[in-house]
């Protein structure tokens, strides 16, 4: 089955500065890339998606960039402010599998 | 729209009783999900289900039951619970299958001593 691997585990950066987060998995048949953000004492969600037909996806301070090839995806996000401290799962769907989630990243932003 | 509602919120155990976790949604959802997330662990699938009256196994479906008797209802149960089962429980639902956004409820921290 699916694999996904997601680095790092705990993620400090400051204020205004870029945080990149990588994941990668091991299904080659995986078509769908989701990134979801989880603040404390909530549910996940969804922040932005991919699928294997584009190599890269943009909103406006997020970005989420794909490489078939290699098997990895990681989210990009500029210009950090002190809301985006949360933890942020990564997660790939496999063929016939439902979703396999990342074991998530603490992002934390020093103001 | 109230989205994804899970109930209750909080709930202690004692080993080898049972409970029931309720799930609902309002969307209109097929598909519906109950994972578990452990420190460490992120989020792990126990079980799905694809429609109304169906269920399927996740990745850590041992020591639990689901049902799926209503479209908008999901039931998570444990019949004899073990301390191993102590985590937060969040369920989900989608529209469309596990390629689409997933909407999750606030959850239920459970603990079992």
């Known amino acids: 089955g699916e694999n996904v691997e997601q680095h790092p585990s705990t993620l400090s950066v400051q204020e205004g500065d870029s945080a990149v987060i990588k994941c990668t998995y091991s299904d080659s048949a995986s078509n769908y890339f989701p990134w979801y953000k989880q603040e404390l004492g909530k549910g996940p969600q969804l922040i932005i998606d991919?699928?294997?037909?584009?190599g890269e996806k943009k909103d406006q301070r997020i970005a989420v960039t794909l490489n078939k090839t290699a098997k990895h995806f990681s989210l990009h996000i500029t210009e950090t402010q002190p809301e985006d401290s949360a933890v942020y799962f990564c997660?790939?769907?496999?063929?016939?599998?439902?979703?396999?989630f990342g074991k998530g990243t603490r992002l934390s932003v020093i103001a | 729209n109230a989205g994804v509602t899970q109930t209750p919120k909080f709930r202690v155990l004692k080993t080898g009783q049972s409970m029931t976790l309720l799930c609902a949604q309002d969307?209109?959802?097929?598909?519906m999900y109950w994972y578990r997330q452990d420190p460490g662990m992120g989020l792990r699938l126990i079980h799905y289900?694809?429609?109304?009256?169906?269920?399927a196994k996740g990745e850590v479906p041992d020591g639990y039951n689901v049902s799926r008797l209503k479209k908008q209802n999901f039931l998570l149960g444990l019949e004899s619970a073990a301390p191993s089962q102590t985590s937060v429980y969040f369920c989900?639902?989608?529209?469309?299958?596990?390629?689409?956004?997933?909407?999750f409820g606030p959850g239920t921290r459970l603990t079992v001593t």
């Open positions: 989900a639902s989608s529209y469309g299958g596990t390629a689409y956004e997933q909407y």
């Open positions: 289900s694809v429609g109304e009256g169906t269920t």
């Open positions: 997660a790939a769907k496999g063929g016939n599998t439902p979703l396999v």
């Open positions: 969307m209109n959802h097929e598909y």
């Open positions: 991919i699928r294997s037909n584009v």
